[in-house]
């Protein structure tokens, strides 16, 4: 049976923020677990660039949960706002034909 081993690091991520009504911007730095673990076959003999590598999947991964929770919204407020379009458009179209009687 084979072990596993994990070791879980912190990695910082850094990004500008966009100001409100200031002109100057600020840095907020995040804080992030990054666990590494057999299941992510990472194989080297350096250990320095397998934790770098699992920080890079990490991220990687981090970046596509943002951009499919970025997409969920989307799709949510264009279906929010097609369903209200709807009754608007049949009331026009309702009174278009008692208007034209």
Do not use: G, W, Y
């Amino acid at each position: 049976i084979a072990k596993e081993s994990q070791e879980t690091v912190d990695v910082s991520e850094e990004f500008e923020l966009e100001p409100a009504k200031k002109k100057i911007s600020s840095k907020r730095r995040v804080k992030k677990k990054v666990t590494l673990s057999a299941d992510d076959n990472i194989i080297t003999d350096d250990p320095d660039a397998a934790l770098e590598l699992a920080k890079c999947i990490s991220q990687t991964e981090a970046e596509e949960a943002e951009a499919a929770e970025a997409a969920r919204k989307v799709h949510a407020t264009h279906a929010r706002i097609v369903t209200e379009s709807v009754p608007d458009l049949l009331r026009r179209s309702l009174m278009a034909e008692v208007l034209k009687v």
